[in-house]
């Protein structure tokens, strides 16, 4: 079994003399021809010296110089083929090896050493030329990676999601009812609870849902969510099926908010981490937009970032491209990071929340600071205002849940959660929170009283949305999971 090593090109005057020498691995008695024996390369020598010093001569490495498996039975003649004589008077047959190979093998397996030597130089981030000192060593790595490049950055780290999913059927269903609950009253904590079975499952993303919300279209809900591959989903309730699909960002999105116009066009507003607000696309940040929030009354929507400033603008509704000066309404500076914030529901609070664990409360009317209170030693989750705008409740990365009195700016309630809580939601006076691990808690206010939980998702649980009737919870986690839960009161 014998290959011929390498395609050959040779140039001359405008014409193109193109060789193109076959790997074959059949009987030789089906192979009538073979081109001029001198033309015909049999020493690695002879190949090496003739690229060396003729321009017009390319050479292209096959795989199979670094296919230890095969033994390099390639380079020998094993059928015995007459490929003639070369103008030397030599026989052509078995490949001539350079002399520091032992055999066939033994050149491949060097080969691929040599091979594997400078592989992993390829891969981004493999090398940090500036803390290399030796001069020597630095040109070798500079011209190594100039000379073969490097392999692209890698885009996705798990498989597409399948098409055409069927929508699963209801998997589980759970009942949250009181659980170690010994000093509050008990018929009256049952007949607050709620009844959850799982609805409708969605798995389209393919990374983390890390926001959800709900818009009303005429006499039906439909929900959207956004996640850390940068896609916007648009879900149907009615039909039990995704709808529509678009990519907004090579970056992870962090939020997003959607509102009708007068003239009933539906605007969504979604937050990236490459600094802008997508409506139009609007360099709002100097970092990351973490967070957003609208304001239906006022028609404001206010921006948070990682630049440690939140932002409001004016809402957009219809023209030409959106110009920041002519939307930007007022700047509320932070002393870090911004992490989450909210508006109260008579629309005249605006609390915002931090990576060093403060919370800020802000008037809508001025945008001055009302007061500040470094509630946790963590950052800042999530934090929302009571139904009757009195209090604040905001959970942290340490654990905690704490409850901030608006008029006296002083904790009026602190206790340690079991595990840490990313995300608020009222249904009622029931506030939904959900955790790191996959669960919703069931609190009672004003009592702050624990009922129970169920467990929602495989991993982190990031958002919650509820439809305009509240008879259905949405909740999306890590698991790439949008799951619809039917809601009713016991």
Not at 74 to 100: E, M
């Amino acid at each position: 079994m014998f290959c011929i090593l390498i395609h050959a090109c040779n140039v001359f005057d405008k014409a193109i003399n193109l060789i193109v020498l076959c790997i074959y691995k059949i009987n030789a008695e089906s192979i009538f021809c073979f081109t001029l024996a001198n033309k015909i390369p049999n020493s690695v020598a002879d190949v090496w010296k003739n690229v060396l010093v003729n321009m017009s001569d390319f050479k292209e490495l096959i795989p199979e110089f670094y296919d230890t498996n095969n033994g390099g039975d390639f380079l020998v003649n094993s059928y015995g083929i007459d490929f003639g004589y070369r103008h030397d008077g030599t026989k052509i047959g078995d490949v001539q090896l350079p002399p520091w190979a032992e055999g066939p093998s033994d050149f491949i397996q060097k080969l691929r050493n040599a091979l594997e030597i400078f592989f992993h130089l390829c891969y981004e981030g493999a090398v940090d030329l500036d803390t290399i000192r030796d001069i020597n060593d630095r040109h070798g790595l500079e011209v190594q990676i100039m000379e073969f490049g490097q392999i692209p950055k890698q885009v996705f780290t798990l498989p597409h999601p399948k098409r055409l999913i069927p929508i699963i059927d209801t998997l589980q269903t759970a009942t949250l009812t009181v659980s170690d609950m010994t000093d509050l009253n008990e018929k009256s904590l049952i007949s607050d609870s709620i009844h959850l079975s799982e609805f409708l499952t969605f798995q389209s993303h393919k990374e983390g849902v890390c926001c959800i919300t709900v818009t009303n279209k005429g006499t039906y809900d439909e929900i959207l969510s956004v996640g850390h591959d940068g896609m916007f989903k648009l879900y149907s309730i009615k039909d039990k099926k995704p709808t529509r699909s678009v990519s907004l960002s090579s970056l992870p999105l962090s939020s997003c908010i959607s509102y009708y116009t007068a003239s009933s066009h539906n605007i969504l507003v979604v937050g990236s981490w490459d600094n802008t607000l997508t409506i139009d696309t609007l360099q709002a940040h100097e970092d990351a937009v973490s967070c957003l929030a609208w304001s239906p009354t006022r028609q404001i929507i206010i921006s948070g970032s990682w630049d440690c400033t939140a932002k409001v603008w004016h809402s957009y509704v219809s023209g030409p491209k959106i110009k920041p000066s002519e939307y930007f309404i007022a700047q509320l500076d932070h002393d870090s990071k911004i992490t989450c914030i909210d508006i109260s529901s008579n629309e005249m609070l605006l609390i915002s929340g931090t990576e060093d664990g403060e919370l800020f409360l802000w008037s809508m009317d001025n945008y001055n600071l009302q007061f500040t209170v470094k509630g946790h030693t963590g950052k800042v989750n999530t934090m929302t205002f009571d139904p009757e705008c009195k209090s604040i409740i905001s959970c942290a990365e340490d654990q905690t849940l704490n409850i901030i009195d608006i008029h006296t700016s002083t904790q009026i309630y602190h206790t340690s959660l079991e595990h840490e809580a990313l995300t608020l939601k009222w249904n009622g006076m029931l506030l939904l929170i959900g955790d790191s691990i996959g669960n919703i808690s069931l609190w009672k206010f004003p009592e702050a009283a624990f009922l129970s939980k169920i467990h929602c998702h495989d991993g982190p649980l990031f958002t919650i949305a509820i439809t305009t009737n509240n008879s259905m919870i949405i909740t999306g986690g890590k698991d790439r999971k949008v799951i619809v839960w039917e809601c009713k009161k016991e």
